[in-house]
């Protein structure tokens, strides 16, 4: 007898697998951590109030684009007072090299008055009081959080996004699955430095166009492939003899 479509049994979806297993997390984040010993921030800044400008700057903009720009910003001002009395046509003199530089000099001024006006002059050092900020998003407080007071926080950016998701780290369709994913899948003791181990091992080597698989430090545990092979050991006529 032909069921029925409302008497047929539908196939369960099946979850999808678990790549990474404790184990496995560890040694990527080991091998990382002895890559890179020393993993911090590549954005120039002197205090918390620095800092959350400077990351706030830094959207569609390169580190070394914003710290050419804040050098001589941050030498001028470096508090939310010094920055006011600057003033926005101040600081868009300063950043106009910055993508949306206009809205970004805004917000700076903006942030800066709401700091004196609700914190004292003083950067929050919650991510709810931080979000607050104009030109402050989540990523913005993840980062300043973790640079700046020592939380474990994961901020995750476009290469944190494709490394997490070519590796099988943490896959997700959204920075806030993948984000919820690495904190799941890193270990305790990795937390701290893992938004920096992984921010730059996406900008140097797990590069968007053409991952440089043949000196990264974690290709045996990453699901990525085909494997980018060494340009050095490729000629023209095909690889090169060993």
Same mark, same amino acid.
């Given at each position: 007898?032909?069921?029925?479509?409302?008497?047929?049994? #539908?196939?369960?979806?099946?979850? +999808?697998?678990?790549?990474?297993?404790?184990?496995?997390?560890? +040694?990527?984040?080991?091998?990382?951590?002895?890559?890179?010993?020393?993993?911090?921030? $590549?954005?120039?800044?002197?205090?918390?109030?620095?800092?959350?400008?400077?990351?706030? *700057?830094?959207?569609? +903009?390169?580190?070394?684009?914003?710290?050419?720009?804040?050098?001589?910003?941050?030498?001028?001002?470096?508090?939310? $007072?010094?920055?006011?009395? *600057?003033?926005?046509?101040?600081?868009?003199?300063?950043?106009?090299?910055?993508?949306?530089? #206009?809205?970004? +000099?805004?917000?700076?001024?903006?942030?800066?008055?709401?700091?004196?006006?609700?914190?004292?002059?003083?950067?929050?050092?919650?991510?709810?009081?931080?979000?607050?900020?104009?030109?402050?998003?989540?990523?913005?407080?993840?980062?300043?959080?973790?640079?700046?007071?020592?939380?474990?926080?994961?901020?995750?950016?476009?290469?944190?996004?494709?490394?997490?998701?070519?590796?099988?780290?943490?896959?997700?369709?959204?920075?806030? $699955?993948? $984000?919820?994913?690495?904190?799941?899948?890193?270990?305790?003791?990795?937390?701290?430095?893992?938004?920096?181990? *992984?921010?730059?091992?996406?900008?140097?080597?797990?590069?968007?166009?053409?991952?440089? !698989?043949?000196?990264?430090?974690?290709?045996?545990? !990453?699901?990525?492939?085909?494997?980018?092979?060494?340009?050095?050991?490729?000629?023209?006529?095909?690889?090169?003899?060993?």
């Amino acid at each position: 007898m032909t069921q029925t479509k409302s008497s047929a049994k #539908r196939p369960r979806k099946k979850r +999808a697998p678990r790549v990474f297993g404790p184990e496995k997390a560890r +040694a990527l984040f080991s091998a990382l951590a002895e890559d890179r010993p020393d993993p911090r921030t $590549e954005l120039d800044f002197v205090n918390p109030y620095t800092l959350v400008v400077a990351v706030a *700057l830094s959207a569609q +903009a390169t580190d070394v684009g914003v710290n050419k720009a804040t050098a001589k910003l941050f030498a001028l001002a470096d508090t939310p $007072e010094k920055m006011l009395a *600057l003033g926005e046509a101040g600081v868009a003199e300063h950043i106009k090299t910055i993508g949306l530089w #206009r809205n970004k +000099a805004k917000n700076v001024i903006a942030l800066s008055q709401m700091l004196l006006d609700e914190f004292g002059g003083e950067v929050p050092q919650t991510r709810e009081e931080l979000v607050r900020l104009p030109g402050v998003g989540r990523k913005t407080a993840n980062v300043v959080l973790n640079e700046a007071f020592d939380h474990h926080t994961i901020a995750v950016d476009t290469h944190i996004f494709r490394v997490s998701n070519r590796t099988g780290l943490a896959p997700g369709k959204t920075p806030d $699955e993948v $984000e919820a994913g690495l904190e799941r899948a890193t270990p305790p003791e990795f937390k701290k430095g893992a938004h920096h181990w *992984l921010i730059l091992h996406g900008r140097y080597v797990c590069k968007a166009r053409k991952p440089e !698989c043949w000196h990264c430090a974690i290709a045996d545990l !990453c699901r990525y492939t085909p494997k980018t092979p060494d340009p050095a050991a490729i000629s023209a006529l095909g690889p090169k003899a060993l």
